[in-house]
Nanobody
Framework: QVQLVESGGGLVQAGGSLRLSCATSVSIFDMYTMGWFRQAPGKQRELVAAISRGNGNTNYADSVKGRFIISRDNANNTVYLQMNSLKPEDTGVYYC???????????WGQGTQVTVSS
């Protein structure tokens, strides 16, 4: 069973930065993909950024390109989301997701709240 624990959310002013962390209970070498999603009130959950295993290819939502960076720390089994130049529209609950195992199942963390004030 994969457990994901997010941290690093909080309240920040527009233009500020936050770094989210997602600690995993299994080696991230064994993950097919890991990603960050967010869900704003009244909206569907959306992909923010993802990173694949191996060469670590990344992809980002257009709305965060150039501002957010996803990275991984293999030694500590942690994936990060560095968020810069934050905007009020970045507000939401941020979730970490991992794809793992023979059946490539998806596992989710409990989420961390990010609030950006204008």
């Amino acid at each position: 069973q994969v457990q994901l624990v997010e941290s690093g959310g909080g309240l920040v002013q527009a233009g500020g930065s936050l770094r989210l962390s997602c600690a995993t209970s299994v080696s991230i070498f064994d993950m097919y993909t890991m990603g960050w999603f967010r869900q704003a009130p009244g909206k569907q959950r959306e992909l923010v950024a993802a990173i694949s295993r191996g060469n670590g290819n990344t992809n980002y939502a257009d709305s965060v390109k150039g501002r957010f960076i996803i990275s991984r720390d293999n030694a500590n089994n942690t994936v990060y989301l560095q968020m810069n130049s934050l905007k009020p529209e970045d507000t939401g609950v941020y979730y970490c997701r991992a794809q793992y195992g023979s059946f490539r199942l998806f596992y989710w963390g409990q989420g961390t709240q990010v609030t950006v004030s204008s």
